[in-house]
């Protein structure tokens, strides 16, 4: 029973995206692909997918970095209180509010053509709250004793990261890589206020979507859905392999 | 244990640096500029204390209410489900919910219009269950409005409870087991009073995600277009900045608040252990 509702509830949720993918292979004039051959020879879609991979992935990496720095707040209750309160106010503060703050930002240090940068800040600032709370779930599961023995052992703090923490980690390293990337691959809000003159994959769909004109749409966005579960897949994937290291290594 | 892994410097140059878009908007609700002059105001608090624009927070505020109280109970439901399967499954089905909260808005949004729509899969799906003509859900129904955000949040509500359900000592569940309470039983009696911090987390953030969206209001809300980005635009096109930054403030003040609260809650749990 309890099984049932679940699957239930899930497919519940996913049907309707999977019924734009049943659209978009509509066939039409003897042609089954026709609407992905109509999108992918559209320009504007193509340099719009080229500029978010290459936003996504970058923001992916710094924000990766940056949270992993950031997270390590984790063993210090005075300095984690500290860190909670920027994860609550970056994650919860409306993207539309903030953006319009890093906009102000710009005006101030006179950066009105540097978009990318501004871009970049936005969606690193949106990705930080989600990976920090990634790293700090598996610190949780860590043994302490480690830390206190490395500690007593005369392991430096830059030593403890590296040789401890890093190889400990290594899984949410990449889960975190991949699910900054997805946040900011999919991201509206801050693209639209933050990216300028550039046109991101989200605007360029956004206004296809709401407009309504063209049916190749649907074919773009069933290529985004695509991505998206690619990538969502490599997750399962890492938090299974995480399970596993976890159980395989006891308490660590 | 306590151990600095990272000093309190760079922790907190690091932090200044990324609160800056926040410290600017709090910094810009109380000063107005013209590009020469400026000076301290409190125009824009003003603006957002008029009947018109408070009307419009208000409905804001009461669809998030709405959204975050029914999005919560049924990610408890939904958490305490999955919880009873093995932890493969349990990976799965997690990792299913993500797919909904992280695809792009946009295409999450308009997949839902069209499946809502007159001639959408709900509406197919019900004709064919009672072999009538239905037409209960429609492009332009408010309804479709709560329907979306509620299932928008539900999976934030669902990782925030199964992050709780899982850090549940066993021995509560074991004595549960040997004293043969009823699944009902021991969800009211043993998880829901153990997830109450869980409870209010998944209230809060839930009020705000939602009270942030505002897709969802431009392509289901039909004539009614309420929303946060509607709000921020009509500002923006009246030239009155200072209210969007003021709200921006507001709403700070409030989740810090909610720290505080939450901060509370976890003081007050640790008491009663030790006492």
Known sequence: MKKTIL???????????????????ERTNGIFFRWYVGIVRNEAFTSSLVLSLFVAV???????ILSFAISLAFFNKTQRIIVTFLIVILGLLPSDILSLGINRLSLLLGLYNSNTILLFFGLI???????VLLFWIRYYFIDKSILIVAKDLGLNRLSIVIKILIPLTSLVLLSSLLFSFLLSFNEYTRSSYLSGSDVLLSEFLYGKLNSGTDPSIYAGGSLVIFITIIFVSLLILFFRLQGKKRKGSGAI | METKLISDRNLIVGLLILMVPVIIVIFMSFIYTDGI???LTISGF????????????????LRALLVSIIATIIAFIIAVFISSFSSTNQTIYLSVLTI?????????VFSWQHFLSVNGGINKLLSCITNKQIAIFNGANFWNVYVVMIITCIPLGVFIFSAAIKIIPNIYLTVAKDLNMTPFYKTTRIILPLCKFAVVTSLTVIFFISFSQSTEVNYLGGDTKISIRNLILSL???GKFQAIYALGSIIIVLLILF???????????TFSKNK
């Open chain 1, 7 to 25: 699957i239930l509830f899930l497919f519940l949720m996913i049907v309707p995206i999977l019924s734009l993918i049943a659209m978009s292979f």
């Open chain 2, 37 to 39: 002059n400026s000076h």
């Open chain 2, 259 to 269: 720290i505080y609260f939450i901060h509370l809650i976890q003081i007050k749990s």
């Open chain 2, 236 to 238: 923006m096109s009246a």
């Open chain 1, 58 to 64: 970058s923001s992916a990496f710094i924000s990766t």
């Open chain 1, 125 to 131: 600032l949106y990705c930080l709250p989600f990976c």
């Open chain 2, 100 to 108: 909904p909260f992280l695809i792009n808005e946009s295409i999450r």
């Open chain 2, 46 to 61: 003003k603006e957002l204390s008029t009947p018109i624009r408070i009307q419009e927070l208000l409905s804001i505020s």
